[in-house]
């Protein structure tokens, strides 16, 4: 049973489609990446997995078995956010506020939540420093334990390696993949295609509209399957230039 599906469904703004034809499925223990272009539609579609945008056409699935507010979701990080004046474990907490309702105060299971996240990716330490003071790679590291108090099967993250340092960025994936290999389903927005290829069981490449004064021209699904099956595909090859990995 998919976790979410989507049957020919179509996300955009004010009842006009950016994205179309879409026609996927992600299943428990899946590593979804979703590549293409800018401007192809991603960010559209990713507020549409999150319940943010609801279809403009075509059909949107949700297993009864599972919620929205299971997901976990690590943003782009803006220069704002950087600056963030709170502690390490202020901010890792503060993922579990959905699942709080109407209570006032953290649980001790949010406590012991967002101890266990800390600890599992190595910054219990940091837990009383600010994070604006972090470096990249630990910021990061917060941000994913922040969207790990709140995810429950699903994390969503948005390009989780920018802006990190080569080492960073290794030590990014590799905590991704672990977590994937522990059972979290992932679904996951990369401009970084080798990493995506390495990483991911499964790839979505969506394809930006080719005729910018057509107006019912609107962005599309290029492919969607297992990753072995992209890599030998010639949306692949057209987007790589016939190039996957350095």
Known sequence: MSLIACKNASFGYEGNAVIGNLDFEINPGDYLCIVGENGSGKSTLIKGLLGLKTA????????KEFCLNQTGYLPQQTAAQKDFPASVYEAVISGRLGQRGFLPFYSRKDKY??????????????RNKCYAELSGGQQRRTLLARALCAAGKL????????????????EMYGLIKTLNAGGMSIIM??????????????????????????????NTQAFFGKTQDYIKSSVAADFTGGKIYD
């Open 155 to 170: 994390l969503l993250l948005d390009e989780p390696a920018s802006g990190l340092d080569p080492t960073a960025t290794r």
């Open 189 to 218: 927005v990369s401009h970084d295609i080798n990493a995506a290829l390495k990483c991911a069981s499964h790839i979505l490449h969506l394809q930006k509209c080719g005729a910018a004064q057509n107006l019912n021209c609107q």
């Open 113 to 126: 939540a967002a101890q266990e996240n800390m600890r599992s990716l190595n910054i219990w330490d940091l």
């Open 56 to 63: 403009v056409g075509g059909n949107v699935f949700i297993s």
